[in-house]
Structures are given as structure tokens and as C-alpha cells.
């Protein structure tokens, strides 16, 4: 029996037209798009949410965390799902699902509805993601590559940065509801586009086999139990916790499993073997670096505007707008870029401004506000289009044209999960360096310091003449100072997080000169 590797997949014919080939992309790009708005958009809309469910904080965070689940167990399936079902039938089918999915998560009464819905959209968003990038390295030829994955670029960078504005406005503004609803008018377009304008899938020439559902069901036991792990793992306090604990032997018996056994059948549901591209391998480590660069450190700043800043969800989004337009901008000027300069180095200089973005960031202070916030989000949204678009150039356009699906889904399940990790990384050392410097702060604030004792006396000669009696003022300018200490301790925090993923992005660079050379190449420069 011929291994998964040798196995003629499905292949699109090319479109004959211009026209037909942009509103391919156009059709791919939208389905992107849905998948990766949605997996922010929900982010400032939690609170309404669990008013209107009657959902405690626990059980209201099972809405991001079960599409986050659902997402990350179906992007490395979708090149198996492509090759049984069709390309064009698996795309357009999860594009109809996810706008079915959306209407229900609208239309939801109770939290486990809500829910099962989310699961639903996570489940059909995978493949909009990978599938999406995989149609567009298939259907454009290696000097159109860069243009064409810029457009799938714009969505997936500003995509994160566009959820929150979105969201923001309108649970604001109409009911959060309808962030859900908002998903209907383009599903619908997008899968009137799909269905028109891309190529219809050959007559399967696949052998029949039967499905690996051992393969399955371990890789769902590994990819959700990490996920889980990553999602919950501070709010249970990590290994403290016997779920999260059971959750890591789980994640790391299960995936050992599933590795072994994917490269030991012949017909494997991920092809792993599709590694053995030094540039796939290599890529997919700097995916998952920047993911965290790219989700995780973005993560950490609409909590300090609202933390510290004191910014609404709408104000929130407002002020990540302009990073995302940044991106959108830079992002064409990058696709055209990688037909002239090799790839590796517009990564590396995406990565030293990307790095500069991040120490900017790290030198926030209690009088940082939205204009020192301006600058630094700015940059990291021209930066990160630098990376990421050659990125996906140099790790997948030099691999041969039947191992690009499998490679897509790899490639980015490495983000999603680098996006994971780093988010649950940051969260706790956000944590921990905030009772860190929180416990410094206090020892040097003892009650016998002079300078100490006069804050504390303007303060209670504030509040006395604001009507207080003394005893009443003094408790209040003593809670003032307590909740001064906690403002500085968690913007201490902020600065330490920033700088360590600054360390983390620049550390990471070396791995470019294992990437393969592809300047806008796409999968034909391999033939």
C-alpha cells in the first residue's frame, strides 16, 4: 500500500483568468478572515454574556476556550478532509457550517448551548484557516505567491487587533448578539463566492481505505488536553491541580502514542512525514514563536487599557485599530518585497522591529497613556507583517505541490498553539511578578518611614476635607495607598512580560538560516 506521502491528492485546476484567480484569493481571504475574527470577538463581550446566561466567570470562559479547543484539534486534520472529501466541497461546506454555527451561537439560550455552538464554529474554522492558505500557494503561479498570501496575511494579523474593535462596538452599541449575527452577511457572500469561482476538484484518484479512528481519537486526546492545559492551567494554579495534572500525562501519553502511529501506517490522518522538510521544520518553530509574539503580547494590552488605563471595550478596540491598519497597509508593500529580497531577511528585520516595538513596551510607567501606547503598537504592526508573510513563503513554498495541505495544517497548528502558550505564559508571569513586586513595594513602605507618614497625612488631610471624620479619611487614604502599590506593582509586571517576550523574539532569529530561500515562490519553484 503507498504511504500518505505518494498518494495523488486532489488537484484544482488553475484558473484560465486573472479575474477568476483574485476572486479566488478574495473567496479564501474571507473564509480566514470569519475563522480568525472570531476567535477575538468574543474576548470583550464576555461580560454581557454572562449577565444575560446567568454564567459565573469560570464557566463564561468555556465560550473562548471551547472554540480555542475545537480549532487546534481540526487544523491538523483539514489536508485528510481535503483529500476524502474534496478541497472545494470541504471549503465551502465548513464556510456554510461556521455560518450556521454563528447564527446558533446568536441564537443561544443557555450557556451549554452556547457552547456546543462554539465547538461547531472552532470545529469549522480550522479549516477555513489552513485550507484557505492552502488554496491560495495551489492556484497562483510562484511570482504572484507574495501578493496572494499578503492578502491571507491581512486577515491573520489584523484580524486579532479587528475582533476586539468590532466586538467592542457592538456590544456597546447593540446587543452581543449580534457579534455572532454580524458573521451571516459575509458567510453567505463567501460561500456564494467559493462556490462560483473555485476550481472544481478532480475525480478522486485516492485509493479507499479505511479511517484511522485510534489516529483520531488520540490526536483530539493530545491537542485537547494541551489545550485545555494552556487554557485553564493558571486559573487552577497549574500542577497544583490534579485536572491539570491528569490533563499533562494525558496530553504527553496520548501524543507520543499518536505520533508513533502516524509514522508507522501507511494512510496517516496527518502526515507527519512531511517534517523531514527542513524549512516545514524550522518554520513551524518560528510559527509558534510568533504566535506568541503575535497573540500574546497583543493579549497583554487591552488588559492594561482596561486595567490600569481604565478604558471601556470600545476605547480598547479603538486603540488597537490603528496597528491593524498599520498592517494592512505594510502587508502589499511586504508581498511585492518578496520577489526581489530573500525572504530570511525581511524576517530577520521584522523581528529587530518587532523587538524594538516590544522593549517600548516594557518601558511603561503610571503616567503611560494612549500616546505612549500609539508608537509602539504602530511599529509592532509594521514588523510583524515581515515576518509573518515570508514566513509562510520560505516554509512552505520551496515543499513539493502534494505535501503543501498537510503542511498548511502543521504549519499553522504551530501558531495557534505558539498563540496558546504564550498567552498562558504571560498570563502567569503577569501574575507572579505582580505579587513579586507588590511584595518589594510594601517591605520598603514601612509604617515607622517618615516619607511614608507624610503621603499618608495629605491624604487623610485630603479626604477630612472632602467632609470625612479622621478615622474614616485615614482608613481611606490608607486603602488610596494600597490601591497605588497595586497599580505600580502590575505595571511593574507589564514591563517585565513585554521584556521577556522581546528576549524570547530575538533569541529566536537564528532559525531563519534553516529556512528554505523561497522569494515569492510558491509550490511550482519546487518542480
Known amino acids: ?39 477575538s470577538i468574543v474576548n470583550v463581550a464576555l461580560n454581557d454574556m454572562q449577565a444575560a446566561l446567568g454564567a459565573t466567570l469560570s464557566e463564561i470562559g468555556w465560550v473562548v476556550t471551547s472554540y480555542a479547543i475545537a480549532n487546534v484539534i481540526i487544523l491538523p486534520l483539514t489536508a485528510w478532509l481535503g483529500n476524502v ?16 454555527a454563528s447564527m446558533l451561537c446568536g441564537m443561544a439560550t443557555s450557556l451549554h448551548m452556547l457552547i456546543a455552538a462554539r465547538i461547531l464554529q472552532g470545529l469549522c474554522g480550522g479549516g477555513l484557516l489552513a485550507k484557505a492558505q492552502t488554496i491560495l500557494f495551489e492556484n497562483f503561479p510562484p511570482e504572484e505567491q507574495g501578493t496572494a498570501q499578503g492578502i491571507f496575511g491581512v486577515c491573520a494579523i489584523a484580524g486579532p487587533a479587528i475582533g476586539p474593535v468590532l466586538g467592542g462596538y457592538i456590544t456597546t452599541n447593540l446587543n452581543w448578539r449580534w457579534i455572532f449575527y454580524v458573521n451571516l452577511p459575509v458567510g453567505i457572500g463567501a460561500v456564494i463566492m467559493s462556490t462560483i469561482f473555485l476550481p472544481k ?6 485509493p479507499k481505505s479505511g479511517v484511522d479512528w485510534l489516529g483520531i481519537a488520540l490526536l483530539i486526546a493530545a491537542v485537547g ?6 487554557e485553564q492551567g493558571q486559573e487552577d494554579n497549574w500542577f497544583e491541580s490534579p485536572f491539570i495534572t491528569a490533563l499533562a500525562v494525558t496530553a504527553a501519553m496520548s501524543g507520543s502514542l499518536f505520533v508513533w502511529r502516524q509514522l ?12 523531514k522538510h527542513r524549512s516545514l521544520a524550522a518554520g513551524s518553530v518560528f510559527s509558534a514563536v510568533l504566535g506568541m509574539g503575535l497573540y500574546g503580547a497583543l493579549f497583554a494590552v487591552p488588559i492594561y487599557a482596561q486595567a490600569i488605563l481604565g478604558y471601556t471595550s470600545q476605547e480598547t478596540g479603538y486603540l488597537l485599530a490603528p496597528s491593524a491598519l498599520a498592517s494592512a497597509f505594510v502587508m502589499p508593500i511586504v508581498g511585492k518585497l518578496t520577489n526581489k ?14 523587538t524594538v516595538a516590544i522593549v517600548m513596551l516594557s518601558d511603561m510607567n503610571p503616567n503611560t497613556g494612549k500616546e505612549e501606547l500609539y508608537w509602539p503598537l504602530i511599529i509592532r504592526g509594521i514588523g510583524t507583517p515581515l515576518m509573518f508573510l515570508p514566513l509562510s513563503l520560505a516554509a512552505i513554498g520551496p515543499l513539493p505541490k502534494k505535501d503543501i495541505p498537510a503542511a498548511s495544517g502543521i504549519y499553522n497548528l504551530t501558531r495557534q498553539l505558539g498563540g496558546s502558550v504564550g498567552i498562558a505564559l504571560l498570563t502567569t508571569i503577569l501574575a507572579r511578578r505582580e505579587s513579586f513586586h507588590r511584595a518589594i513595594l510594601v517591605e520598603n513602605l514601612g509604617v515607622s518611614d517618615p516619607s511614608v507618614q507624610d503621603r499618608v497625612h495629605l491624604m487623610t488631610s485630603a479626604f477630612v476635607a472632602r467632609g470625612m471624620d479622621v478615622v474614616a479619611a485615614k482608613n481611606a ?18 514591563d517585565d512580560m513585554f521584556f521577556l517576550v522581546a528576549v524570547f523574539v530575538i533569541a529566536s532569529l537564528p532559525l531563519v538560516i534553516f529556512l528554505g530561500k523561497a522569494k515569492g515562490k510558491g509550490p511550482a519553484a519546487a518542480h
Not at 508507522?264 to 517534517?275: E, H, K
Not at 529580497?341 to 518587532?354: C, N, S
Not at 487614604?477 to 511593574?492: E, F, R
Open 225 to 230: 488536553s494541551i489545550q485545555t492545559l494552556l
Open 85 to 100: 472529501f474534496g478541497k472545494k466541497r470541504y471549503f465551502v461546506f465548513s464556510l456554510a457550517a461556521f455560518t450556521v
Open 201 to 206: 476538484d478532480e475525480e478522486n484518484t485516492r
Open 341 to 354: 529580497v530573500d525572504g530570511r531577511i525581511l524576517i530577520a528585520v521584522g523581528g529587530v522591529i518587532l
Open 1 to 39: 500500500m503507498a504511504t500518505a506521502a505518494a498518494i495523488p491528492a486532489r488537484i484544482s485546476v488553475p484558473p484560465k483568468t486573472g479575474f477568476f484567480k483574485w476572486a479566488i484569493a478574495v473567496s479564501a481571504a474571507l473564509g480566514a478572515m470569519l475563522e480568525i475574527v472570531d476567535t
Open 264 to 275: 508507522n501506517i501507511d494512510n496517516p490522518v496527518v502526515d507527519l512525514r512531511v517534517l
Open 477 to 494: 487614604a490608607l486603602t488610596a495607598l494600597d490601591g497605588l502599590v497595586a497599580k505600580q506593582s502590575a505595571i511593574l509586571s507589564f
